[in-house]
């Protein structure tokens, strides 16, 4: 079992910067791919960025692509999402997930086992 919590959100202003934290304890990390993923009230939950606890790739949606930065400190067990030149688009809840895979990172959000409880990020323009 993993646990995961986040923290850090709140709200903002077009332009700005964010950064959230995901706390993560429980099993071993080796194999766990630690994602990012958000839901806009009415629209499914898509995939923002991910990282593997090992070795560190990481990949993004087109959407964050240069303006958001995955990360992962291993010795406190935290995975972290650097958000930059924030849009209104931005607006959702986001939560922090995990999925059990030796290789490769999957950007389906039914694959990941593990998730957070969510936490809000508002861009006001």
């Known amino acids: 079992q993993v646990q995961l919590v986040e923290s850090g959100g709140g709200l903002v202003q077009v332009g700005d910067s964010l950064s959230l934290s995901c706390a993560a304890s429980g099993r071993t990390f080796s194999n766990l791919v630690m994602g990012w993923f958000r839901q806009a009230p009415g629209k499914e939950r898509e995939f923002v960025a991910a990282?593997?606890?090992?070795?560190?790739?990481?990949v993004y949606a087109d959407s964050v692509k240069g303006r958001f930065t995955i990360s992962r400190d291993t010795a406190k067990n935290t995975v972290y999402l650097q958000m930059n030149s924030l849009k209104p688009e931005d607006t959702a809840v986001y939560y922090c997930a995990g999925d059990w895979r030796v290789v490769g990172i999957s950007k389906t959000s039914t694959d990941y086992n593990y998730w957070g409880q969510g936490i809000q990020v508002t861009v006001s323009s």
């Open positions: 990282i593997r606890w090992s070795g560190a790739s990481t």
